[in-house]
């Protein structure tokens, strides 16, 4: 419960596992309801539930499939949201997938695949929520975009591209919706210690590590930290910002 005696409602995709995992888990923490959206992974989805319902036992989770690429499935997605909490104060844009090929050998498909998922469904979900928050006169929207986006890097012009175009759809919404008293944001973080990263070798990581002045691997609750700030009613007067959560890494 906050200061005006209103619980609030945190929407989190891809909050199965990872980066979303740690926020819904710092957002439980500080008092939000949460709804723990994922693309197929209905056991880790559940811990998730769980994680959230040990981290504070005033709130109620949920976990509900849903690929953020499908409209409909999401427009119902959020139906069911309003129907269990009656209402959306947090989003949290966090579901992501990588598809790495050099530009030479980059299929459509590729590029559409990863395109789909991180962007165009930032943008459905934003759309879905847009209307609850405006009438709420209240929201939050965190859309976690990357370090890339913002620097680019070598075989990843799919993925690249959808975070750089996740801070300029941030920023946009930002400015349209900043007279319904609803703020979105962007979180940018570098090299965190997930499933996504896991997949890398470790020449790679080892290179990557290299790269970061801060001299470790960030977790996922770092990113988490700073998503549940940006989520809170104390950042109400920052909005259209990008937050690298990085290590240093982008400086
Ligand atoms: P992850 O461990 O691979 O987890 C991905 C999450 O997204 C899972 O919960 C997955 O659900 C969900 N998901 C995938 N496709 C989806 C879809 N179509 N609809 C709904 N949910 C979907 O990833 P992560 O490393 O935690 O990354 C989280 C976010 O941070 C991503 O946007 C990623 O691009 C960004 N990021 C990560 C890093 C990093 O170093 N890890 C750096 C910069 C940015 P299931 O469990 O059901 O599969």
């Not at 559409?112 to 709420?136: E, H, Y």
């Amino acid at each position: 419960m906050n200061d005006n005696n209103i619980k609030r409602c945190a929407v989190v995709t891809g909050g199965s596992r990872g980066i979303g995992r740690a926020i819904c888990i710092e957002l439980a923490k500080q008092g939000n309801d949460i709804c723990v959206v994922y693309a197929g992974n209905d056991q880790a989805a559940s811990e998730t539930v769980s994680l959230c319902l040990e981290a504070n036992k005033d709130i109620t989770a949920l976990s509900i499939k849903c690929d953020v690429s499908d409209e409909a499935a999401v427009k119902s997605m959020f139906e069911t949201v309003i129907s269990e909490f009656g209402r959306v104060d947090i989003l949290v844009n966090n579901a992501g997938v990588t598809c790495d090929d050099l530009l030479a050998r980059m299929s459509c498909d590729e590029f559409d695949k990863v395109i789909n998922i991180n962007l165009r469904g930032t943008f459905i979900c934003c759309q879905a929520v847009t209307r609850i928050m405006m009438k709420q006169r209240y929201g939050r929207i965190v859309n976690i975009s990357s370090i890339v986006g913002v620097h680019g890097n070598a075989g990843q012009v799919n993925y690249s591209a959808s975070k750089a175009g996740v801070i300029g759809l941030t920023k946009s919404i930002a400015k349209e919706l900043a007279s319904r008293n609803v703020t979105a944001n962007a979180v940018a973080p570098g090299f965190i210690a997930t499933d996504m990263t896991d997949a890398m070798t470790d020449a790679a990581k080892e290179a990557t590590l290299a790269q970061i002045p801060l001299k470790r691997v960030g977790l996922p609750e770092d990113v988490a930290k700073a998503v549940a700030f940006l989520s809170g009613e104390d950042s109400s007067y920052i909005t259209g910002q990008v937050l690298m959560v990085d290590g240093g890494m982008g400086c």
